[in-house]
């Protein structure tokens, strides 16, 4: 559960990263709008990867705390991604990301 999003996180950063700021820089990459789908799906698993936890609490108190440390760690992990590409979409003139 927590390797998937992470994974998922750790692909958009990637993403945004490198692709946005060559894009800003040469007009090549992604579209804005791109970026705001892979921001949208992510909200749409991190919903699922919080219930998933709060399920792991019912089957074993222990794994559940693993999956709330995950779905944790992946939110930090969010948060900086966010801001970076919410920088990256600056330069390149477009909304941040909600």
């Given at each position: ?6 994974g ?9 990263s ?30 699922s ?6 399920l792991?609490?019912?089957?074993s ?6 999956a709330?440390?995950?779905v ?23 909304q941040?990301?909600?």
């Open positions: 559960m927590k390797y998937k999003s992470l998922f996180l750790l692909a958009v950063g990637a993403l945004t490198s692709h946005v700021s060559s894009a800003a820089m040469d007009g090549d990459g992604i579209t804005c709008n791109e970026i705001y789908q892979a921001f949208s799906a992510y909200e749409s698993d991190r919903q990867a919080a219930a998933w936890a709060q792991g609490t019912l089957i108190p222990s794994a559940g705390n693993y709330d440390m995950g944790k760690t992946a939110a930090k992990y969010y948060d900086q991604i966010k801001a970076a590409t919410n920088i990256s979409l600056a330069v390149r003139g477009c941040p990301v909600q």
